[in-house]
Structures are given as C-alpha cells and as structure tokens.
C-alpha cells in the first residue's frame, strides 16, 4: 500500500496493518513539515478505504486507482471526502482566499452537518482539515465535542505542523503520525525520475530541499523559469562585463548544462519563426553544449558564448 508516497515507511506500515485488521482509529493527526505526503497520505488512504477492489483486505494491494471511487477521489469529487481548509471556508463564506487566515467555528459547524448526514457513495466518510494549526480556539472546542462521539464508518484528519500548535484535548483523543524529513537520496532519485535531471543537480537541489518534496518541486521551478527567461534577457538586455562574468559564475555553480539546454529550447521556438537571425546563436549554444559535454571548464565555456551572444546582438541585431 501506499506505493506513490515518497518515504514514510513506518506510517505506511502503521496504517496498512490497521487497514487490514479493521483496527482503525477515528482520528488521526499527521505531523510534520510541508511537503513530505501528509496529505498526500491522507488522499490515498481515502481511497483504499473506498476502493472498489477491496484487494487489501488480504494483500498489500493498496488502492486500485481505476474503480469509479478511487478516480473520484484523484479528482477531488468524491461526495465522501471532504477537505476543510481555507478553500472551503473562503467559498463558504464568499470572500477571497486571501482573507482567510484562521478556520473558525463556522467552518467546523458545516463539517459536523456533513457528519451528520448518511453516507453517499462510498463506504467511509473522510473529512481532512488543513491547516489544523489554524483554528481559533472556539473552532477547536467546537471540534472536540466530534471527537468525543465520533460516528461510525468515519474518519477524520488533521494534517499540522507542529505538535504544540494542537490542543492537548484534541491530540488525547487523535492518533498522531509523525511524519519524517525525506532523505536527500529519496528527494534526488524522484527528481531524476519524474525530471530527467542530471544526477547532479538532482543531489544538488536535494541538499537544499531541507527534506520537503515541496520545497525541492519550488527549486525546480524557479530554475526552470530562470533558466528559460536568461534566452529573453539576453535578447533584451544589454550587458555590462561585470554582468556577465556574474552570470557566468552563478550558473556554472548551479548546472551550466541545464541553462544550455533550455536557452537552446527556447532559441529553437525563435528559429521557427526567424531562421536567419536565430541560426548564428543556436551554432553558438550547440558548441557550448558540445563542450561541457567533454568537461571544458563550465565556467570558461559560459563566459565565451555569453560574451559571442553578446557581439553578436550589438553588431547584427541576429540575436
């Protein structure tokens, strides 16, 4: 079970025995930093619990992820999982999202009405609320009383940070999980899976993704966008030496090779467009590409083409 959650394996563990000897608790409270599958963790157990397949029940199966239930729950519209978060509470009360700073009581009020009610479709009623850190101390109070007389067939979830952030009386009566930091191994295998990144960089970002998927997924981003818009600066920009000896230093530090590569993306989709004036560039970018690929001096490579690029721009406008 849980085969696309990244790391974890003692809350894997903990929730699949319960799972399978039908010894589940009807709360829990996932702890730990962003990014490291507490909700990721709660979604999948919604949907092995609901799961058509019931294949778990004697295997390790986990959820099928193809019966009706568990498809409607990857898309969010299984009328039987309920996330109560600022999502809900901003639409519930008609504000925009970024007014929404705390749960309150009115929000607790309308997931203890759906408590309420029957079950629709499926066989367990799952309500998540995130940030459980974030209710005002009426909402947890309100909360509490769902706790002391939780309904059959019904589980509920808080995913928080921190441990002291919780009411003692609702952590007495939640089974909390405390889930780990990833490993920096697990963090760069994932990247060089699902990114097809450079074993390297992989590691690279992984050290400071200080053990949060979420955090390592922002990192890529923000390269990736880097990357890509340095082929638009250089096209727009004029730059100082002094720029470009820095530009040159900092990317050599962080992958010369991936910024070769996406400026190379991105001067293709111009040559489509303008052949003539992009080809001089592109022959410059595939010879610094071809040379980081035999180990020339990154930095001594990114200097020479940002420095051709550049002539290049001043004295024909191809660039």
Same mark, same amino acid.
């Given at each position: 079970m849980f085969e696309n959650i990244l790391g974890q394996q003692k809350i894997k563990k903990i929730i699949s025995n319960q799972i399978k000897s039908c010894k589940i608790a009807h709360a829990y409270i996932f702890m730990g930093q962003d990014g490291v599958g507490k909700r990721l963790t709660a979604i999948e157990f919604a949907k092995i619990l609901n799961c058509n397949a019931d294949d778990f029940i004697k295997t390790d199966a986990g959820a099928c992820g193809k019966c009706i239930p568990c498809k409607k729950i990857e898309k969010n519209i299984h009328p039987d999982l309920h996330f109560i978060d600022f999502v809900r509470q901003a639409e519930l009360e008609e504000e925009v999202l970024e007014?929404?700073?705390?749960? +309150?009581?009115?929000?607790? +009020?309308?997931?203890?009405?759906? $408590?309420?009610?029957?079950?629709? #479709?499926?066989?367990?009623?799952?309500?998540? =609320?995130?940030?459980? &850190?974030?209710?005002?101390?009426? /909402?947890?109070?309100?909360?509490?009383?769902?706790?002391?007389?939780?309904?059959? !067939?019904? =589980? $509920? $979830?808080? $995913? /928080? +940070?921190?441990? @002291?952030?919780?009411?003692?009386?609702?952590?007495?009566?939640?089974?909390?999980? %405390? %889930?780990?930091?990833?490993?920096?191994?697990?963090?760069? !295998?994932?990247? =060089?899976? !699902?990114?097809?990144? /450079?074993?390297?960089?992989?590691? *690279?970002?992984?050290?400071?993704? &200080?053990?949060?998927? #979420?955090?390592? +997924?922002?990192?890529? *981003?923000? *390269?990736?966008?880097? @990357?890509?818009?340095?082929?638009?600066?250089?096209?727009?920009?004029? %730059?100082?030496?002094? *720029?470009?000896?820095?530009?040159?230093?900092?990317? /050599?530090?962080?992958?010369?090779?991936?910024?070769?590569d996406a400026m190379i993306a991105e001067a293709k989709k111009d040559f489509r467009t303008y052949p003539q004036r992009t080809a001089p560039a592109l022959e410059l970018l595939s010879v610094s590409r071809v040379l980081l690929l035999k180990n020339v001096n990154a930095r001594t490579v990114l200097d020479n083409l940002f420095f051709d690029l550049s002539d290049l721009k001043k004295m024909s406008g191809l660039l």
């Amino acid at each position: 079970m849980f085969e696309n959650i990244l790391g974890q394996q003692k809350i894997k563990k903990i929730i699949s025995n319960q799972i399978k000897s039908c010894k589940i608790a009807h709360a829990y409270i996932f702890m730990g930093q962003d990014g490291v599958g507490k909700r990721l963790t709660a979604i999948e157990f919604a949907k092995i619990l609901n799961c058509n397949a019931d294949d778990f029940i004697k295997t390790d199966a986990g959820a099928c992820g193809k019966c009706i239930p568990c498809k409607k729950i990857e898309k969010n519209i299984h009328p039987d999982l309920h996330f109560i978060d600022f999502v809900r509470q901003a639409e519930l009360e008609e504000e925009v999202l970024e007014k929404q700073k705390t749960l +309150k009581i009115e929000t607790i +009020k309308y997931m203890q009405k759906e $408590i309420a009610t029957k079950i629709h #479709e499926g066989k367990w009623k799952i309500f998540i =609320i995130e940030p459980a &850190e974030k209710m005002n101390a009426v /909402a947890a109070n309100s909360l509490l009383k769902t706790l002391e007389e939780p309904p059959e !067939n019904t =589980i $509920i $979830i808080l $995913i /928080a +940070k921190h441990k @002291e952030t919780i009411p003692q009386t609702i952590l007495s009566r939640s089974q909390t999980l %405390f %889930f780990q930091p990833l490993g920096q191994n697990e963090i760069s !295998n994932w990247l =060089i899976l !699902n990114h097809s990144m /450079a074993a390297a960089k992989a590691r *690279d970002v992984a050290k400071l993704s &200080e053990g949060s998927l #979420e955090n390592a +997924k922002k990192l890529v *981003d923000r *390269d990736e966008k880097e @990357e890509s818009s340095l082929w638009l600066k250089l096209k727009t920009r004029n %730059f100082y030496i002094s *720029d470009i000896l820095e530009l040159s230093k900092n990317i /050599a530090a962080t992958g010369a090779l991936e910024c070769v590569d996406a400026m190379i993306a991105e001067a293709k989709k111009d040559f489509r467009t303008y052949p003539q004036r992009t080809a001089p560039a592109l022959e410059l970018l595939s010879v610094s590409r071809v040379l980081l690929l035999k180990n020339v001096n990154a930095r001594t490579v990114l200097d020479n083409l940002f420095f051709d690029l550049s002539d290049l721009k001043k004295m024909s406008g191809l660039l």
